[in-house]
């Protein structure tokens, strides 16, 4: 008999893949005007956020291939790895970019999906996840690597071509206005908050698992 969090993981793992795939269509299908953090179609590519959530969507297929015609074991540093990083996209948007850019909607669009509804079900996803014994401490190092190989491409982009000029510039987040020192210690955060995020969801994953082999 299926366990009733097999079945939850399950569906969320079906429900990432639709969203990630709704989303995904939405921005080939909306055209961007080069601000409000939107590129047009595969421009959207440079964002952290579309690179996160399309990840987000390869693990939950690669994790419901496992389920239907593999061995059914998780995915589970990968899935925190995912996890983590589209928990960073919600993060830094609901804290950060809102607040920072007040006249600007970041949550229509496709930017609903990946900004809100995929994250939100990611952690859900992984937090009712069965796991085979505790998750690493290293795992939540591995989990911070996209931030920060993301965050040196994106200044070492700025620094060899320049920031250049609105709409077509390398700092797309806008993070020089804040000034150079400013931007790199809001990478430096944002890859904190990357593993922080990862060490949070390790914690509630683990505590939850040692409680069910417990009961079991």
Same mark, same amino acid.
């Given at each position: 008999?299926?366990?009733?969090?097999?079945?939850?993981?399950?569906?969320?793992?079906?429900?990432?893949?639709?969203?990630?795939?709704?989303?995904?269509?939405?921005?080939?299908?909306?055209?961007?005007?080069?601000?409000?953090?939107?590129?047009?179609?595969?421009?959207?590519?440079?964002?952290?956020t579309v690179l996160s959530?399309?990840?987000?969507?390869?693990?939950?297929?690669?994790?419901?291939?496992?389920?239907?015609?593999?061995?059914?074991?998780?995915?589970? /540093? @990968?899935?925190?790895?995912?996890?983590?990083?589209? $928990? &960073?996209?919600?993060? =830094?948007?609901?804290?950060?970019?809102?607040? *920072?850019?007040?006249?600007?909607?970041?949550?229509?669009?496709?930017?609903?999906?990946?900004?809100?509804?995929?994250?939100?079900?990611?952690?859900?996803?992984?937090?009712?996840? /069965? @796991?085979?014994?505790?998750?690493?401490?290293?795992? $939540? &190092?591995?989990?911070? =690597?996209?931030?920060?190989?993301?965050?040196? *491409?994106?200044?070492?982009?700025?620094?060899?071509?320049?920031?250049?000029?609105?709409?077509?510039?390398?700092?797309?987040?806008?993070?020089?206005?804040?000034?150079?020192?400013?931007?790199?210690?809001?990478?430096?955060?944002?890859?904190?908050?990357?593993?922080?995020?990862?060490?949070?969801?390790?914690?509630?994953?683990?505590?939850?698992?040692?409680?069910?082999?417990?009961?079991?």
């Amino acid at each position: 008999m299926i366990s009733y969090r097999k079945l939850f993981s399950f569906i969320t793992n079906v429900l990432i893949i639709i969203f990630t795939l709704i989303g995904t269509i939405i921005m080939f299908t909306h055209s961007g005007n080069g601000t409000g953090l939107t590129s047009s179609g595969i421009g959207n590519f440079k964002y952290f956020t579309v690179l996160s959530n399309e990840f987000c969507g390869i693990v939950a297929i690669l994790q419901l291939r496992r389920d239907l015609w593999g061995d059914g074991k998780r995915l589970t /540093k @990968t899935k925190l790895v995912a996890a983590s990083c589209v $928990t &960073l996209t919600f993060l =830094v948007v609901a804290c950060f970019l809102a607040p *920072a850019y007040p006249d600007l909607n970041l949550y229509q669009h496709a930017n609903l999906w990946f900004h809100l509804i995929v994250p939100l079900v990611a952690i859900a996803d992984f937090l009712i996840m /069965k @796991t085979e014994g505790k998750i690493p401490f290293l795992a $939540t &190092l591995l989990a911070a =690597v996209p931030s920060a190989v993301y965050g040196y *491409a994106y200044l070492i982009n700025i620094l060899l071509n320049g920031v250049g000029a609105w709409p077509d510039t390398n700092d797309w987040y806008g993070f020089l206005n804040w000034g150079a020192f400013a931007s790199v210690a809001i990478f430096m955060g944002i890859v904190f908050a990357n593993w922080l995020a990862a060490v949070i969801l390790r914690f509630l994953s683990n505590l939850t698992n040692q409680r069910k082999r417990k009961k079991h």
